[in-house]
């Protein structure tokens, strides 16, 4: 439907220059239709006929319309407000700072563009502020409440009085007078710095100039005092310059005799024995007395370990390799003495040796013969029975790992490389342990053995002819400490516990105190081929220390150093004597 065109226009004026809203927050157009309508409202109305309901409805609605279009145009005016004055001047005084300043230098312009980031951000803060606080009374409205009113401010302020206070809060800060002056402070600010940085760089210059002279001076006079020198002390430079060569050619000729002549006193110090020829053999000694020591240990077991049927041994020789030993001491302690390596060969003695006991106890059966009376005749009568027992066995076993076990873990890179050499030279000292034996542990009497014949009628003894069979295959053998087999060789009593093993008896392996604890005791006039005779205090254990099988006449075969025959009345044998004893089958 075409709308009905009202009488009344309406103007909207702009303010010339700026394009602002006056004061007094209304516009030119809003003024003009207040006084449109006042003077709509007091003009009479025109003579007209008589008008039909449809036309009086249609003025209506068009009334209607009109207000409600002034309403909706006074609010949209209000949400479109333009920028306020101070705010375009602002940006028209850089504007105009930068066109007057492109030719000049970069910091004024970063200077400017300081200037606008700060206001911007300024204007932001202010802008986040209002609405923070439009924020809240729009929350406050959602939730039902109403806003907060601050007790300070009027319940009511009238409209003019309120818009004059918008007014004076949007008038701008500052006039084009001052601007100009700000704009005529800021270059000469900025003309004063950029004329001091130029005053201070040549000040800069001037006095790094003056320093570099005066280097140059003090540099000078040394350069003439230097040559004021050489020029009198000439014949001293001259002698310290052919100093220097006569060194250097010395030098140079003790390098080439080393390269020429490899195998000089370096190599025959490192495959020789550094220490004295005294603190060498002493160490030896104190080795063998430890080996002496364990020796007594082992013998010592049965009386230390009491209340076993058997003991059973299962031992390695106890020896050592002497050049071995001082090759170790040597390549850990190079020079030693005798005092500085007790120690080191205790660690060396432990890592040797490992002593094992163990226990065996095993379920056995005997006949035993039993007497009983007979209830119906009251006769009495005897029985045998099987009976189960406990056997209780204590196994003691050593472990010799040898010295070369012992070196190659403990010794590692440039000492064990000089361990095999002075093996392989035994430290240019062969004869150095020449009257030294390698096996410890002998009878101890030094004797030479005698090339003894046994009587003919002591063999019309069968046992003991078997016996003296058995014993005379290994003449000759040498001791070895431990040993009980013909493989592994023999010391004392692993040598007697052989033969009579083989010969019908049934004595395990035990110590020559062992021995002499089984054996009925008996008095030399008593004794007979095929008894033992057992001696004491040959070294340091209790009870027995060395045993031998006694062959009539006062000899005796054992296991010396090597196994021979000995006479029990010699002045070593017979200061040792302890008894004769028999091993009952």
Same mark, same amino acid.
């Given at each position: ?102 030719? =000049?230098?970069? *910091?004024?312009? #970063? /200077? ?8 911007? @951000? &300024?204007? +932001?803060? $202010? ?77 800069? =210059?001037?006095? *790094?100039?003056? #320093? /570099? ?8 006079? @040394? &350069?003439? +005092?230097? $040559? ?358």
């Amino acid at each position: 439907m075409k709308r009905k065109k009202t009488r009344l226009t309406f103007v909207e004026e702009k303010q010339p220059g700026t394009g602002a809203r006056p004061a007094g927050g209304k516009t030119p157009g809003a003024d003009q239709s207040g006084k449109a309508k006042a003077k709509h409202s007091t003009r009479a109305p025109p003579k007209r006929g008589l008008k039909m309901d449809a036309d009086k409805a249609k003025e209506r609605a068009a009334q209607l319309r009109f207000g409600k279009a002034e309403i909706i145009e006074e609010s949209s005016k209000h949400r479109r407000r333009k920028p306020a004055l101070d705010v375009v001047l602002a940006g028209e005084t850089h504007k105009q700072v930068d066109q007057q300043n492109q030719d =000049e230098n970069t *910091g004024v312009q #970063a /200077a400017h563009e300081g200037e606008r980031l700060v206001e911007g @951000a &300024a204007k +932001k803060g $202010a802008k986040k502020l209002k609405d923070s606080k439009y924020s809240q009374k729009l929350k406050a409205s959602r939730k039902g409440k109403k806003p907060v009113k601050d007790p300070d401010k009027p319940k009511s302020q009238p409209a003019q009085a309120y818009r004059g206070q918008q007014a004076a809060q949007s008038q701008p800060a500052s006039n084009p007078i001052s601007r100009w002056k700000q704009r005529q402070k800021i270059k000469a600010g900025y003309y004063a710095r950029k004329a001091g940085g130029k005053a201070g760089g040549a000040a800069g =210059e001037k006095a *790094g100039s003056t #320093a /570099a002279k005066k280097a140059a001076e003090k540099a000078k006079a @040394a &350069a003439a +005092k230097a $040559a004021q020198f050489v020029s009198t002390h000439a014949h001293l430079i001259l002698m310290g310059g052919l100093l220097v060569v006569l060194i250097l050619v010395l030098m140079t000729f003790i390098t080439s005799c080393s390269v020429f002549f490899p195998d000089g006193t370096g190599t025959v110090w490192t495959t020789s024995y550094t220490a004295e020829d005294e603190d060498i053999l002493g160490a030896e000694e104190d080795y063998c007395l430890l080996e002496e020591k364990l020796m007594a240990e082992i013998e010592a077991i049965p009386a230390s370990h009491p209340g076993y049927d058997e003991y059973n041994f299962d031992l390695d020789p106890i020896n050592h390799d002497p050049y071995g030993l001082a090759a170790m001491l040597t390549a850990i302690h190079e020079a030693y003495t005798r005092g500085e390596v007790q120690g080191t060969m205790t660690a060396i003695f432990d890592m040797q040796y490992e002593l094992i006991l163990t226990e065996t106890i095993e379920i056995r059966t005997r006949t035993e013969t039993r007497t009983d009376i007979d209830p119906a005749t009251g006769e009495t009568y005897t029985y045998e029975v099987e009976v189960e027992y406990e056997w209780k066995i204590l196994n003691i076993t050593l472990i010799n790992y040898g010295i070369d076990y012992v070196a190659v873990n403990m010794l590692s890179g440039d000492d064990l490389e000089r361990y095999q050499i002075l093996q392989e030279t035994q430290g240019n000292r062969p004869e150095l342990f020449g009257g030294l034996s390698l096996v410890i542990g002998s009878d101890g009497s030094g004797e030479a053995g005698i090339d003894y014949q046994v009587p003919a009628e002591t063999l019309t003894d069968p046992e003991f002819g078997s016996m003296l069979k058995e014993a005379e295959k290994y003449l000759g053998t040498p001791y070895v400490w431990g040993g009980s087999t013909p493989e592994t060789g023999f010391d004392c009593s692993g040598y007697v516990c052989w033969v009579l093993n083989q010969s019908g008896w049934d004595v395990g392996r035990t110590t020559a105190n062992g021995l002499w604890q089984k054996a009925a005791k008996i008095s030399e006039q008593e004794a007979k081929p095929g008894d033992l005779v057992f001696f004491e205090g040959t070294y340091d254990v209790a009870g027995a220390s060395h045993v031998g099988i006694y062959v009539g006449n006062g000899m005796m075969i054992s296991a010396g150093d090597p196994i021979k025959y000995s006479n029990i009345h010699s002045s070593y044998w017979d200061g040792h004597l302890l008894g004769f004893g028999r091993i009952p089958k």
